[in-house]
């Protein structure tokens, strides 16, 4: 039986070497400037677009596309993301929906009291799953996609310049939330007709931005984030909300990794939640299915490592590394985003009695993993559904 109680860092082991993270060493930003043979563009281009449109490809019909492109209308209309600091509904300003009466002081609360209460509103916002640490800077970005230095100070409140942006180092918190990705439309992906990442960056925005408002009506500072300012898999962990797949995702217990993650940091001091009950590393070491079904062979098939592919990957912390270029590469070839590590992880199940059974056994009998994994593939778990089928 695994152990429930082990620590962080004996999950996710941390050289002294380790250094922040540059986010404009992204496979996707290096692509852009032409560093490497991947294409950021070549996927989202109009003329592929029209080709395949034109070609009849299930799952490429102009109503595949215009309904995952649609899927991001908040996140687009808002401007909120694509990894910009400070943007949107990401605003680290008030935003002026709520705000806290001249004359009332500020509410207080124990730390425990304050978690039960954001949880409780995040949930009616839209999370799925929300947890609280306090904030590691190993894990906030380095600089900004401006070049700008990211930096923390003694200062009340954050503020930018041309050459830094500054983090109070009062905000030593962060509440960490999951938003759903839903598990019938993932099914057909690699296709336009898969809006689950677009609508999961939109519900982020919404829901990090209405935490960040209700902890600034209650008097305090919040600063909103997607998937700028900090790596989101590590700050998830260390909020309980689960653990690193092969895939280089977070794994829920809950959902598996049909998530995605947003954050919030502030003043307000907040009980940091347990660790996810262990139990997903090792099924992953036994599975391989991700890495098996990976058309660019971008995920590593062997053990965990303290060291990446590229300048795409930030070394120094013990987990599988992906060659995000090669998989970048695939998106080019494919047409859209790929996604099929996602549709094929045995973890991608509706809540069902057999599925929490399961999930039970692994988290307690990891000897039997080997049996899960080989009886995933036997049911014909994680195939491909057929695009034509999906508006009928």
């Known amino acids: 039986m695994l152990s429930m109680k082990r620590r962080f860092h004996e999950i996710y082991p941390v050289e002294d070497s380790y250094r922040r993270f540059d986010p404009r060493n992204t496979a996707f930003e290096r692509s852009a400037r032409g560093e490497t043979a991947s294409s950021y563009e070549s996927y989202r281009s109009e003329a592929g677009a029209v080709a395949r449109i034109q070609e009849g490809k299930p799952g490429f019909s102009l109503l595949d596309y215009v309904f995952k492109d649609a899927a991001f209308t908040v996140g687009h209309a808002s401007r909120s993301g694509r990894g910009f600091v400070n943007s949107g509904l990401y605003s680290w300003s008030p935003l002026g929906a709520a705000h806290k009466p001249d004359g009332i002081p500020r509410w207080e609360a124990s730390p425990g009291e304050a978690s039960k209460t954001l949880a409780r509103a995040a949930r009616y916002y839209g999370a799925g799953g929300v947890g609280f640490c306090e904030l590691d800077r190993r894990w906030v970005y380095s600089h900004d996609m401006r070049g700008r230095e990211i930096v923390f100070e003694d200062v009340e409140e954050w503020y930018e310049t041309?050459?830094?942006?500054?983090?109070?180092?009062?905000?030593?918190?962060?509440?960490?939330?999951?938003?759903?990705?839903?598990?019938?439309?993932?099914?057909?992906?690699?296709?336009?007709?898969?809006?689950?990442?677009?609508?999961?960056?939109?519900?982020?925005?919404?829901?990090?931005?209405?935490?960040?408002?209700?902890?600034?009506?209650?008097?305090?500072?919040?600063?909103?984030?997607?998937?700028?300012?900090?790596?989101?898999?590590?700050?998830?962990?260390?909020?309980?909300?689960?653990?690193?797949?092969?895939?280089?995702?977070?794994?829920?217990?809950?959902?598996?990794?049909?998530?995605?993650?947003?954050?919030?940091?502030?003043?307000?001091?907040?009980?940091?939640?347990?660790?996810?009950?262990?139990?997903?590393?090792?099924?992953?070491?036994?599975?391989?299915?991700?890495?098996?079904?990976?058309?660019?062979?971008?995920?590593?098939?062997?053990?965990?490592?303290?060291?990446?592919?590229?300048?795409?990957?930030?070394?120094?912390?013990?987990?599988?590394?992906?060659?995000?270029?090669?998989?970048?590469?695939?998106?080019?070839?494919?047409?859209?985003?790929?996604?099929?590590?996602?549709?094929?992880?045995?973890?991608?199940?509706?809540?069902?009695?057999?599925?929490?059974?399961?999930?039970?056994?692994?988290?307690?009998?990891?000897?039997?993993?080997?049996?899960?994994?080989?009886?995933?593939d036997a049911l014909g778990y994680g195939e491909q559904a057929d695009p034509r089928e999906y508006w009928k």
């Open 162 to 376: 041309e050459g830094k942006v500054v983090i109070p180092g009062s905000h030593r918190f962060v509440v960490a939330m999951t938003v759903p990705m839903e598990f019938e439309e993932m099914r057909y992906a690699p296709s336009a007709l898969n809006p689950t990442s677009n609508m999961g960056y939109s519900r982020m925005a919404v829901l990090a931005g209405t935490v960040a408002e209700l902890i600034r009506g209650l008097g305090w500072h919040a600063l909103p984030c997607g998937n700028d300012t900090a790596l989101s898999v590590p700050i998830a962990i260390q909020a309980g909300l689960g653990h690193v797949g092969r895939h280089g995702r977070l794994i829920t217990w809950e959902r598996g990794p049909m998530v995605r993650i947003c954050k919030v940091l502030t003043d307000l001091p907040l009980e940091p939640s347990p660790m996810a009950p262990g139990g997903i590393i090792e099924f992953c070491e036994v599975c391989k299915k991700c890495a098996r079904d990976c058309p660019s062979g971008a995920i590593a098939l062997g053990g965990r490592d303290y060291s990446g592919f590229s300048e795409a990957n930030n070394p120094g912390a013990l987990k599988w590394y992906v060659d995000a270029d090669e998989c970048l590469r695939y998106w080019g070839e494919v047409g859209t985003g790929c996604a099929i590590c996602f549709r094929v992880c045995p973890f991608t199940k509706p809540d069902k009695v057999s599925h929490r059974l399961v999930k039970w056994l692994i988290r307690h009998i990891p000897s039997l993993n080997r049996l899960w994994a080989w009886s995933d």
